[in-house]
């Protein structure tokens, strides 16, 4: 397969490293973005040359814009954006959910990721080559108590992906939606629950999880098919989960 430069946001942890991993073993070469800079100086360390790290707040439209030609001599022609930077905050319900949490999970699932793709799409048309990867969630599909505004940011990237695709038909470029269920061995739930560590291991307790690996691969495998093939969403659950039926409350 061709060498390829991929753009990953949120590399600094979770999926985002183990994405890094999986495509500089693959050959390619890896523009590592998030905001903790000395985590992808780590990274840099460990994979080399082929791994550009690039500092970068998904929040900071201004930077988002000047990206494209802000980025070094040989590193600007973007051929795969991994928009994976993202969190949850809280779990609460509507009703008491912290509004300041709620628009910063809208400022960086929704407009980071909206901005960064709006920077970066009209160069891989103009090259007509590329592959938008945006990392949704099961969330985007089934609702859950306390999803309430993360749920819907991962609905707004899943159908976001769809109406891409819809516009890029007719060009070579490649738009997919990957949607996991519980991946443990992130920062996910911890930075969910305001670094509580030990209430994040709840959540996984007793289940054997998706890893961020399981997602490298998918995301690997969707990227490495032969241009003409695309892989529009995946829904990657680990086999323990799955929907249960609609919640009733009875009058007693
Ligand atoms: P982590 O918390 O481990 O990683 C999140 C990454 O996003 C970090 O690298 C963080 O870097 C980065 N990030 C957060 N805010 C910003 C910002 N403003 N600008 C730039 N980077 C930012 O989570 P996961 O790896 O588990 O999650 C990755 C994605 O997958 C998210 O979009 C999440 O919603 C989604 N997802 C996760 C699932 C799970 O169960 N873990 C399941 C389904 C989807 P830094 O703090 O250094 O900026
Ligand atoms: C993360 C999966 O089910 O914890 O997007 O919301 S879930």
Redesign the pocket.
């Known amino acids: 397969m061709r060498q390829q430069t991929i753009l990953v946001?949120?590399?600094?942890?979770?999926?985002?490293t183990a994405f890094a991993r999986r495509f500089v073993a693959d050959g390619h070469r890896v523009i590592a973005?998030?905001?903790?800079a000395e985590?992808l100086a780590a990274l840099s360390a460990e994979l080399g040359g082929r791994l550009l790290a690039w500092p970068?707040?998904?929040?900071d439209g201004p930077a988002l814009a000047a990206l494209p030609a802000s980025l070094p001599d040989g590193w600007r022609e973007v051929d795969v954006l991994v928009n994976?930077?993202?969190?949850?905050l809280g779990l609460e319900p509507a009703w008491r959910a912290s509004l300041a949490e709620w628009e910063q999970m809208i400022a960086?699932?929704i407009l980071?990721l909206t901005r960064l793709t709006r920077a970066l799409l009209p160069g891989m048309v103009e090259r007509n080559r590329g592959h938008v990867v945006n990392?949704?969630?099961?969330?985007a599909s089934y609702p859950y108590p306390g999803g309430n505004v993360y749920g819907a940011t991962?609905s707004f990237v899943t159908q976001f992906s769809l109406n891409l695709k819809a516009d890029l038909v007719g060009t070579s470029v490649r738009v997919t939606s990957i949607e996991?269920?519980?991946?443990e061995g992130?920062?996910?739930s911890t930075?969910r629950f305001g670094g509580d560590a030990e209430r994040a291991k709840t959540v996984y307790a007793g289940t054997k999880s998706l890893t961020?690996e399981d997602i490298a691969e998918t995301v690997a495998w969707a990227v490495g098919l032969p241009e003409h093939v695309n892989i529009d969403r995946i829904e990657v659950m680990p086999t323990c989960q799955g929907p249960g039926p609609f919640r009733v409350v009875r009058q007693t």
């Open positions: 946001t949120g590399a600094s942890a979770g999926f985002g973005t998030a905001r903790r985590r970068l707040d998904v929040t994976n930077a993202g969190l949850a960086t699932n980071g990392i949704s969630s099961a969330a991962k996991p269920g519980m991946v992130t920062e996910f930075v961020a």
